[in-house]
């Protein structure tokens, strides 16, 4: 068969880290969660993955998958939609012998049947906290170059704030590296040490087969964590190798976060170094151009389509079919999906779920280390 | 399983009072409204009307047609039995033809027709800018007990003249039709849309054929048959926003109309009918903090810098700081650079539009320039463009075209 393909699959995790943002999973996960004006966490790495050439993307789902369903569909919106391999959604009871897992180990030794009959040589697993344009094929090359087992992809940087406020309680946890030319020789844990880190992606790439027999042994003896039981305790036998990632990142560690990255993007260099050089695909919604009425002004923003804006938007990100009516001021806030700003509202430092709204001539106020958070369907 | 009724889309039309805009497109892939091309109309309307198998007859530059429909599944017309085909003249035993006239066209794919085996054909017209019910349309063939209806439009008397008419009488019966007549004896306007009992349709589409000096033209052939014959015809009112966008004015005004859907009636923010388009899949927009934007349009990929008002930018449209952009319609892809000015104008696809250049200017009483710029075109720096250029070749640094 003519080689187009990159000849890995990819196994999407789409609930890791949902304990650090509990208010935006209330009703989704982290995969679900919307970003960037009119992304959702997933479609950053599915994007990744398809530009990379993967066309085989399993997604093991944990809990709250609904909205992640309802975002994919078929998988054709990212070219996914295929008789061979394609998007395969896993929810938890779709086999006989599958439960909610709560760590990596068990959600793998849930689709090992599934492993066995895949034709491509080598696994990809990721997390989607993290929003990034990342090229699959450099890494698997430079993984294969390495003669390594097991590839992990890192970034230099500090520990993001928010995951030192992680609950070990819920099972999530981080990893920082310690590396010698190129090898990874130890794995922390939660680590809060401060200053750049090697700071673990979460993105891994190893052996199918080799991956399989990892997760068989560890299952049954009941380990839970990938990183934490399989490769920390092997390192001394296994090569694991450290893949450095230069590019932009955003990773989604908290509100705080989530605001501070939707409003990075304001800036020019960060939303092109975000969405080049390949493009990042999502579920399409029928909407129009954005209108700007008279009577509206409109300084340093970013918005979808379908916004009608008739007031004052000022340092904003604003999703699809946002409405902001006259007279309403809008100043540094993060607006999802279908939120209405009523005729003389006022909100600054505001993050507003989807189909929120915020009533004719209400005042709202959060501030630039407390955004204020308007949960989904609310009206204020 | 037959289909009750299937549409017919005209879109071969070289739409050539659209000049540069059509040198390399069918006039029904034209954009429009932003994130649109004409085609859309006609197809969302299908769709919503519950029509979901409909052949489009193309034969002039179909290229970026044919990608752009490509499977159909932006108008949810990818089925296993109907859709959306795209329909070439090609070659048969007894030689090949290009489509001759519209009925003739029709006429090449009877095969196509007959393999859905429908009770009514809808012929549409791919450049016109209408958002239309064809169910309400069929409602109204089959009251009336129709072979053949027509949609038509009351048009201002004075301009009667310069449309096809149907002369009807009081039970909407059309006893007459006057092909741009001196002196009109109907203001009802024919839209080019039409419902015809598929067995009617047929049967004149064949004696069409046969004769040799038929020009194979609904208008001129089709219709005065039928009225020769006394067919059961009627004339159906429509009186929502419709308008035929073969002139670069009147693509202009529709454009400019979008904006302000409130009094044209030209409302594309409607959630009950929408208008379905193949998307960008850029990221969103974003307005500099020393923008300006007024009562505009602005879609996925732009990146403004500068002023803009009342203009309808399209996706990926770059407006550098310090460049004005002032009732015009910018489409895809194209940069307007630091200090250019452009005004009154259509510019398409992927043009640059070089720094300090200016493009068109605002009308003086009486007049109606609209400066077009054609597609990849480059316009260099400090260029001047008159109100009324047609501009299709790259312009040097500082030349000047009027």
């Known amino acids: 068969m003519v080689n187009t393909n990159t000849n890995a699959l990819g196994i999407i995790f789409p609930n890791s880290y949902d304990s650090l943002v509990p208010d935006l999973v209330s009703e989704r996960l982290m995969a679900s969660i919307p970003f960037a004006g009119r992304y ?18 399993s997604i093991i789902a944990r809990k709250n998958y609904h909205s992640l369903m309802d975002h994919l569909g078929s998988g054709r919106e990212w070219d996914l939609t295929r008789k061979n391999g394609g998007l395969n959604i896993v929810p938890p009871y ?7 897992y709560s760590g990596r180990v068990e959600a793998l030794a849930s689709i090992l049947d599934f492993l066995k009959n895949q034709k491509e040589k080598y696994v990809i697993l990721a997390d989607t906290h993290t929003a990034v344009n990342f090229d699959f094929r450099e890494m698997l090359n430079a993984h294969i170059e390495s ?4 590839s992990i992809a890192y970034k230099r940087e500090e520990i993001p704030e928010g995951f030192k406020n992680i609950s070990t309680s819920v099972g999530d946890l981080y990893y920082t590296l310690s590396i010698e030319n190129d090898r990874v020789n130890r794995i922390f844990i939660n680590s809060s040490e401060p200053g750049l880190q090697n700071f673990s992606m979460n993105i891994y790439i190893m052996d199918r087969e080799a991956l399989m027999e990892l997760v ?40 705080k976060s989530y605001f501070d990255e939707n409003m ?26 954005t209108r700007y009425l008279n009577g509206s002004r409109a300084s340093n923003i970013m918005a979808a389509d379908g ?56 005042e709202l106020k959060g501030t630039d280390s407390f955004p204020v958070y308007v949960a989904k369907g609310q009206i204020v | 399983m037959a289909k009750e009724m299937i549409a017919m889309l005209l879109a071969g039309g070289q739409g050539s009072r659209l000049y540069a805009l059509t040198q390399k497109l069918a006039k029904p892939a034209v954009p429009f409204g932003g994130k649109y091309r004409i085609i859309d109309f006609p197809l969302s309307n299908c769709v919503n009307s519950g029509i979901d198998t409909v052949g489009i007859l193309t034969q002039y530059q179909p290229l970026v ?72 349309f069929l409602r ?17 008397w004075e301009e009667a003249s310069r449309f096809g008419l149907m002369v009807a009488d009081e039970n909407d019966k059309i006893t007459e039709f006057q092909e741009k007549p001196k002196e009109p004896k109907s203001n009802l306007a024919s839209m080019g849309i039409y419902i015809f009992n598929w067995d009617i349709l047929k049967k004149y589409l064949i004696e069409d054929e046969a004769d040799p000096d038929s020009e194979n033209d609904f208008g001129n052939n089709i219709i005065p048959n039928l009225l020769r014959d006394g067919r059961n015809m009627y004339a159906y009112h429509f009186s929502g926003y419709w308008k035929d966008v073969g002139t670069i004015t009147s693509l202009w005004e529709a454009n400019m109309e979008v904006l302000d859907p409130e009094h044209s009636g030209i409302n594309l923010f409607d959630d009950e009918w929408k208008i379905y388009s193949r998307t960008s899949g850029m990221t969103c927009h974003k307005i500099s903090p020393d923008a300006i934007v007024e009562n505009s349009m602005v879609t996925d990929g732009c990146r403004i810098g500068g002023t803009v008002k009342h203009s309808i930018l399209f996706a990926g449209v770059r407006v550098e700081p310090g460049a004005e952009v002032e009732d015009a319609v910018v489409m895809g892809g194209s940069v307007i650079k630091a200090g250019a000015h452009v005004r009154h104008c259509i510019i398409a696809e992927n043009v640059v539009i070089g720094e300090n250049a200016s493009v068109g200017a605002m009308p003086a009483e009486g007049e109606k320039g609209v400066a077009t710029i054609g597609p990849g075109v480059y316009i260099g720096d400090g260029a001047t463009i008159g109100p009324n250029a047609m501009v299709n070749q790259n312009v040097k640094d500082g030349d000047e075209q009027w």
């Open chain 2, 65 to 136: 047609l044919n990608e752009y429909i490509g499977n159909g599944q932006p108008w949810d017309l990818d089925r296993l039995y109907g859709g959306v085909h795209v329909l070439p003249p090609y070659q048969q035993a007894s030689g090949s033809d290009w489509y001759k006239g519209t009925a003739n066209a029709i006429y090449q794919n009877i095969p196509f027709i007959e393999r859905y085996n429908p009770e009514y054909v809808i012929i549409l017209s791919g450049d016109q800018i209408c958002k239309q019910d064809y169910s309400d």
């Open chain 1, 94 to 100: 779709s086999e006989k012998n599958m439960k909610v």
């Open chain 1, 216 to 255: 068989k042994s560890a299952y049954a003896r009941g380990y839970i964590y990938f990183e934490r039981d399989i490769l920390a305790p092997r390192l001394d036998k296994m090569h694991v190798h450290a893949y450095r990632f230069n590019g932009y990142t955003a990773h989604l560690s908290g509100m």
């Open chain 1, 307 to 362: 916004c009608v804006i008739e007031g004052d938007v000022e340092n904003s990100v604003l999703f699809r079919g946002v409405k902001v009516g006259k007279g309403a001021t809008v100043k540094n806030c993060v607006l999802m999906q279908d939120t209405v700003i009523a005729d003389g509202a006022k909100v600054e430092y505001l993050i507003t779920d989807k189909n929120v709204t915020i009533s004719s001539g209400k």
């Open chain 1, 40 to 57: 959702r966490m997933v479609d950053f790495l599915l994007s990744s993955m398809v530009n990379s050439g993967i066309d085989n993307v």
């Open chain 1, 147 to 150: 003669g390594a087992d097991v």
């Open chain 1, 264 to 289: 990075k993007l304001l800036d020019d260099a960060n939303l092109d170094a975000l969405f080049d050089p390949n493009p990042v695909y999502t579920k399409i919604r029928e909407d129009n151009p």
């Open chain 2, 140 to 156: 109204f063939h089959k009251e009336k007990g129709a072979e053949f209806s027509v949609a038509v439009m009351e048009v201002p």
